[in-house]
């Protein structure tokens, strides 16, 4: 166990909808990361959250959007599905706003969209 | 892009032999640092250098850091097969004034009894 909590594991869901992805920080640790990780684009950053406010933005779609609440858990909604959101999504903390320190991850939720 | 491209794309040899990844960027970097993947599980940290130092090593790993070709490696020396897994390298850079940590594609490493 990392220390990282992400809910659901796996998720299976229709085009068109919208789902919602938890991750429950490491204690301690102030900033969030999201990642997605597909067969052809490999792992494509996200978002990045920090004590509650947006730092950083990736390759982050429209139709998706995150935030971090005051207890610093972060949710990633995900809207409008396509075939193509199927991935597996991770989320990541660290003690500090950057990566001067290493990241630990959760195990992810694994999202397929039928 | 990905920051950081890896090298070979796959990897196989026998246990007990020495495996070597390496990995190339392309910008300025804060630090480099390594992760192994399971098969379909979380990312695990193995090992962070900064971008002032040459040389890191932990237990059976070292990791080198040329900042001149913005390359760096991993050798995991004495190979187990629980050593089986992918490999990916990650460049904690400030890219478009933010701070962020790029990961490459991976080396997929496979570790033959």
């Known amino acids: 166990d990392s220390g990282v909590t992400q809910t659901p594991k796996h998720l299976i869901t229709a085009t068109g909808q919208r789902v919602t992805l938890r991750c429950s920080p490491r204690?301690?640790?102030?900033?969030v990361y999201w990642y997605q990780q597909s067969l052809d684009q490999g792992l494509q950053f996200l978002i990045q959250?920090?004590?509650?406010?947006?730092?950083a933005k990736g390759n982050i779609l429209e139709r998706f959007s995150a935030q971090q609440f005051p207890d610093l858990h972060s949710e990633l909604n995900l809207s409008s599905l396509e075939l193509g959101d199927s991935a597996l999504y991770f989320c990541?903390?660290?003690?500090?706003?950057?990566?001067?320190?290493?990241?630990?991850f959760g195990s992810g939720t694994r999202l397929t969209v039928v | 892009s990905q920051q950081g491209e890896e090298d070979p794309q796959a990897l196989s040899i026998q246990e007990g032999e020495n495996a070597t990844m390496n990995c190339s960027y392309k910008?300025?970097?804060?630090?480099l640092q390594w992760y192994r993947q399971n098969s379909g599980r979380g990312l695990v940290h193995l090992i962070l250098?900064?971008?002032?130092?040459r040389e890191k090593h932990s237990g059976r790993l070292r990791v080198t850091l040329d900042t001149s070709k913005k390359s760096s490696s991993l050798l995991i020396t004495a190979s187990r097969a629980a050593d089986t897994a992918s490999y990916f390298c990650?460049?904690?850079?400030?890219?478009?004034?933010?701070?962020?940590?790029?990961f490459g594609q991976g080396t997929r490493l496979t570790i033959n009894p």
């Open positions: 990650a460049t904690d850079a400030t890219l478009q004034g933010a701070q962020k940590l790029v």
């Open positions: 959250y920090y004590n509650g406010e947006e730092r």
């Open positions: 250098i900064r971008s002032n130092e």
């Open positions: 910008t300025s970097i804060n630090n």
């Open positions: 990541a903390s660290s003690t500090r706003g950057g990566g001067a320190v290493g990241y630990t």
């Open positions: 204690s301690g640790d102030l900033s």
